[in-house]
């Protein structure tokens, strides 16, 4: 997967690419509602895009919510790129990002069935499962080691 680039994407040009896959799989896929999925956080975020053979296929977002906690959202791969361990590459990109703001914690809230890639990860389960979006979640932690 020499082809594979994972940058900090830049909103004012690439904010369309990543709506698109995020509109792909949390919507059509999933069947999130538009406004649960597009909830006005995005210009406060950091994103992250993936690009395979040029193509955007896949994204995430970080928000900072304090000096002390990141949290990782919107994790999304287009079907047509998934099982190439591309989801997993753009988690350790945020994980680098967010270690290098020097923020000690980063929290997710992992879909149930996908909380097997955060486990590899090093992310612990916190709680009871819930349902976000109508989809069931469990809250996931980790704690960085800062230099």
């Known amino acids: 997967m020499s082809n594979l680039v994972i940058k900090i994407a ?3 040009k690439e904010f369309p690419a990543i709506a698109a896959i995020r509109q792909s799989v949390f919507q059509q896929e999933q069947g999130v509602d538009p406004a649960l999925e597009f909830d006005g956080k995005d210009e406060i975020s950091d994103h992250l895009i993936a690009y395979l053979d040029e193509k ?3 994204t995430t977002r970080i928000r900072y919510l304090d000096h002390k906690t990141a949290k990782i959202e919107r994790l999304a791969v287009l079907s047509t ?3 190439q361990g591309i989801g997993k590459k753009i988690m350790e990109n945020a ?16 879909q149930e069935y996908i909380k097997i890639l955060y486990q590899k990860l090093d992310f612990v389960e916190e709680g009871q499962i819930f349902e976000e979006a109508g ?3 469990v809250i996931m932690r980790k704690t960085l080691h800062l230099v």
Request: hydrophobic share 45%.
């Open 56 to 58: 955007a296929v896949g």
């Open 135 to 137: 989809i069931p979640h």
């Open 10 to 12: 830049d909103l004012s």
């Open 81 to 83: 790129a998934r099982g």
């Open 95 to 110: 994980l680098q990002i967010i270690t290098n703001k020097n923020i000690p914690e980063v929290v997710i809230h992992a």
